[in-house]
């Protein structure tokens, strides 16, 4: 499955341009993080679903300008396997609605799990044990995303 990853990611118009993907798990779920804290901007989140239960969790980012089209591959368990990281172009204005997340993950080591949960949101698991309920971007936004996604991870079954 690994090796057909950069070919999903060009197909599904992510990038022209060649993918790093990233194995084996622990490096995946280690860059993940780093990625994500690293970015000037989180766009939006798109989860879908794979065989036997396995989840591709997709999260638009843009850093220095660019658009990266960031796609973390989850084994049945959840457990972060993989990641494709692929530049979708120059960055176009949007609404930054999850960009929270990038200093909630500032010194988190790893993002070791995600699970889908209710209308389109993940349950984003670090290796420090902390929890958030990551749902696509709703305006209006309240500055409390933050707050509100570890409540919503306290209270949503699941990893």
């Known amino acids: 499955m690994m090796a057909w990853l950069p070919l999903i990611a060009v197909a599904a118009g992510a990038s022209s341009a060649p993918c790093e993907v990233v194995t084996p798990a622990h490096v995946a779920q280690a860059r993940l993080a780093e990625t994500l804290a690293d970015a000037d901007a989180i766009e939006s989140i798109t989860v879908s679903s794979e065989e036997r239960g396995a ?3 997709t999260f638009s980012v843009v850093r ?6 960031v796609a973390a591959t989850t084994a049945a368990s959840g457990e972060v396997s993989a990641l494709t990281i692929g530049r979708a172009g120059p960055a176009a204005p949007e609404g930054h609605g999850l960009t929270w997340l990038s200093v909630e993950l500032a010194d988190a080591s790893a993002v070791v799990r995600l699970t889908a949960a209710d209308r389109g949101a993940v349950l984003l698991s670090t290796r420090d044990g902390r929890r958030y309920l990551v749902s696509p971007a709703r305006a209006p936004r309240t500055g409390n ?4 996604a570890r409540w919503g991870a306290a209270w949503t079954k699941g990893a």
């Not at 220095?64 to 089209?69: F, H, R, V």
């Not at 995303?145 to 509100?148: D, G, N, P």
């Open 145 to 148: 995303e933050a707050v509100e």
């Open 55 to 57: 989840l591709t969790v």
């Open 64 to 69: 220095d300008g660019e658009q990266l089209l």
